[in-house]
């Protein structure tokens, strides 16, 4: 199941929300609990992800893509990325390639203030140390 991605990049923020919905906020494939998140600048934060996004960079498997004046990057599987994550598409539950799929477009259909909106509307917990002054 190809990934119908929105208009926004996914990048670092999306990322950090797409990751932390599919483990904080489900249990699909027993992944909750995966990261542990704080809250943060834009709310959920893992450093373990960061750490490992970082990690996968140098071992080649994805790029941080600036092409078309991105101003956070765009993460981009290389050859070897998506060769391996068509491999990691096999193992997992069609329902599962579905919610990932699903979580991936939600938050690249999202702009900047609405992703946050709703994330914190779900998890205020995670809102307490925002630096985000958009409209609630």
Do not use: C
């Not at 799929?101 to 690249?108: G, K, P």
């Amino acid at each position: 199941m190809a990934s119908k991605d929105g208009p926004h990049p996914f990048d670092r923020i999306r990322m950090q929300k797409a990751v932390f919905l599919v483990t904080q906020g489900t249990r699909a494939a027993n992944w909750a609990g995966s990261y542990e998140y704080q809250p943060y600048n834009w709310g959920p934060y893992s450093t373990q992800l960061s750490e490992d996004l970082a990690n996968w960079q140098r071992q080649g498997v994805m790029v941080l893509s600036f092409a078309g004046g991105v101003r956070y990057g765009r993460y981009v599987l290389t050859r070897d990325g998506s060769r391996l994550a068509r491999e990691l598409m096999a193992s997992v539950s069609p329902n599962t390639l579905r919610l990932l799929t699903e979580v991936r477009s939600w938050v690249t259909s999202k702009d900047f203030n609405r992703l946050l909106r709703e994330v914190y509307e779900e998890f205020p917990g995670y809102a307490t140390k925002s630096r985000w002054s958009g409209p609630r």
